[in-house]
């Protein structure tokens, strides 16, 4: 029933053990009220726990709460502690410093009690026994942080992509950079979560745990990439010279591995390979013939040359390691042969239409590739007589804008057009200004103004787009002499 002077949010009322929890505005971390016994059976204390990382605006919300309290009691004397404040773990997840009780009865001296935050002597600073969990919990009161939200949402994506790296072993920087990700979401949670602030802490310790585990699956999945290509990579190596891998460029490096080779083909690993080296590589391939129906992708190339030999060549810019896969062309031809059965009487016969059929087709291209020659032919010619028309056109535009420039004074056409249309709109402005003026400055004047001063834009951006380097003396004189006619008129309107 006493009247306090202050403004608070309730978070927790215990009735049992008569204490109150609450937080103010503006201040980090909760408070707590406790009514204690008092020295004798007949009197009782206030005791007052506030947070540490509130500062001096706690400290003086205390202490304007003892003296509201203390002269509503008409307490006779105040007690005053000679101890140092002692400092403990009174909340949950929170430090907090237990400020000395005023006595609610007539108490000469205050008196120690046998309960939980009682003050210590000087120096000795204790913690709760579930220091532990309360930095996994919070009884915070409000909504739920979105941070954690996202944060937890953050590790179970790493968690995916940490199985997913189990097979696909990617490389390790990219595991980091989205460890780092998820570890700086988990930390803004925490500190979000604070006490006093929003729910959320057990979700954000959860999404701690999640990206843990997946920063291991992922620098697992890595590794085992990273030994395969190890394994792959012998110092003895040399490119082959010999057999199959004669037909195919060589490339000098000392790190790498023949797969397979045989008079059919070539399998080799190459290590060492820059993205550069790739692309010469190549090159050399299209050079030596391997230009045939081929594709080319960032990391891969598939070729032919003219005798139907296939070369594929494969490229992992993360372990800069590549790959080529060669087959000669009887080994490809057998396979062909393999796959395709033996021709029947019908099937020779229709394979003699369809060649006759196919030669009477090269006669229709090649007649109607003459005819297109012919029909470019006759598209040059004309265009040819339109280009020479278009020039006679122009001198002679020339000719009449020299003697509309000769008749106009010297001054070219295109600057008297700008220039005059220039003036003509001052005049216009300077006209709507001394109505404007004369009227009293009318708001129903407004949006004509507006779409004058649009206008005024449009013209001056015509002016500026001109290339006054090309001017004449004459088109600079006659620009100076409209120039000078609009400031006159605008200062007369002024």
């Not at 509503?72 to 000679?82: E, N």
């Not at 000087?122 to 979105?146: C, E, Q, V, W, Y």
């Not at 057998?334 to 090269?362: F, G, N, V, Y």
């Amino acid at each position: 029933m006493l009247g306090f002077n202050a403004s608070f949010d309730l978070v927790h009322q215990d009735e049992q053990s008569h204490a109150v929890t609450f937080s103010a505005p503006n201040l980090n971390g909760l408070f707590t009220a406790k009514v204690v016994p008092g020295e004798t059976a007949a009197s009782s204390a206030v005791e007052m726990t506030a947070p540490m990382d509130a500062g001096e605006p706690a400290r003086q919300l205390v202490v304007k709460f003892y003296k509201d309290l203390g002269d509503q009691l008409m307490a006779q004397t105040a007690v005053q502690a000679t101890s140092a404040q002692t400092t403990v773990m009174s909340a949950p997840t929170q430090q907090t410093e237990v400020v000395p009780p005023v006595p609610a009865a007539n108490t000469a001296h205050d008196a120690p009690h046998d309960g939980q935050n009682t003050p210590a002597e000087p120096g000795d600073h204790r913690a709760s026994k579930n220091t532990f969990m309360a930095m996994l919990t919070d009884n915070n009161p409000g909504k739920i942080s979105t941070m954690a939200v996202a944060a937890l949402v953050v590790a179970v994506v790493f968690l995916i992509f940490g199985f997913v790296a189990l097979g696909t072993h990617p490389p390790i920087s990219l595991c980091i950079i989205f460890a780092v990700i998820a570890a700086v979401l988990c930390v803004v949670a925490y500190l979000k979560t604070q006490p006093g602030k929003k729910h959320g802490r057990m979700l954000t310790m959860i999404a701690a745990v999640i990206t843990i585990i997946s920063l291991v699956l992922s620098i697992v999945g890595s590794m085992q990439e990273s030994g395969t290509a190890s394994s792959l990579c012998k110092s003895d190596f040399s490119w082959p010279t010999s057999g199959a891998a004669a037909d195919l460029p060589s490339m000098k490096k000392s790190r790498g591995h023949v797969s397979s080779d045989s008079s059919d083909g070539v399998d080799i690993y190459v290590c060492g390979v820059s993205a550069k080296e790739f692309d010469a590589y190549t090159e050399q391939l299209k050079n030596k013939g391997f230009d045939k129906d081929y594709t080319k992708w960032g990391t891969s190339y598939e070729a032919e040359n003219a005798d139907g030999a296939k070369v594929s060549v494969y490229y992992s810019e993360s372990q800069k390691r590549m790959n080529v896969d060669y087959k000669t062309s009887e080994y490809v031809r057998r396979l062909q042969e393999k796959s395709s059965p033996a021709p029947s009487a019908t099937e020779e016969t229709d394979d003699a239409s369809k060649k006759a059929e196919e030669e009477a087709a090269k006669q229709a291209e090649e007649q109607k590739k003459a005819e297109e020659a012919q029909k470019k032919a006759e598209e040059e010619r004309k265009r040819q007589e339109e280009e020479q028309k278009r020039i006679q056109e122009e001198e002679a535009k020339k000719q009449q804008e020299a003697q509309n420039q000769a008749q106009s004074g010297g001054v070219t056409p295109a600057v008297k057009e700008a220039m005059d249309s220039y003036e003509s709109f001052m005049n216009k402005y300077c006209d709507f200004m001394e109505k404007y003026t004369a009227d009293g400055a009318p708001t129903s004047m407004l949006a004509d103004y507006l779409k004058m001063m649009n206008e005024y834009s449009e013209m001056t951006k015509k002016l500026d787009d001109m290339d006054q380097s090309a001017w004449t003396d004459a088109d600079m004189q006659y620009y100076l002499e409209v120039m000078n006619r609009v400031n006159q008129r605008l200062a007369s309107v002024s």
